[in-house]
């Protein structure tokens, strides 16, 4: 893209905050979502998914009660 159009573009956005602001917003939601998939994908394979392995809770309840 050209400089001129660049220009006119950052202009618009201008007259429009609200509307960059909700871009923004719903762009932040979406990478907190494929973060959270992320993680949740990084703990599975690195066995650290504690609180959604069954197992290990029982196993926990019954070593410490």
């Known amino acids: 893209s050209s400089a001129a159009s660049d220009v006119y573009k950052r202009q618009e956005y201008e007259k429009d905050i609200e509307g960059v602001y909700e871009i923004l917003k719903k762009g932040s939601e979406e990478a907190q979502k494929i973060a959270a ?4 994908e990084v703990k599975s394979a690195m066995k650290i998914d504690y609180f959604s392995d069954p197992a ?10």
Do not use: D, L
């Not at 998939?37 to 949740?40: C, D, E, L, N, S």
């Not at 290990?56 to 009660?65: A, D, G, M, S």
């Open 56 to 65: 290990f809770i029982e196993e926990q309840k019954k070593k410490f009660n």
């Open 37 to 40: 998939q992320t993680v949740k």
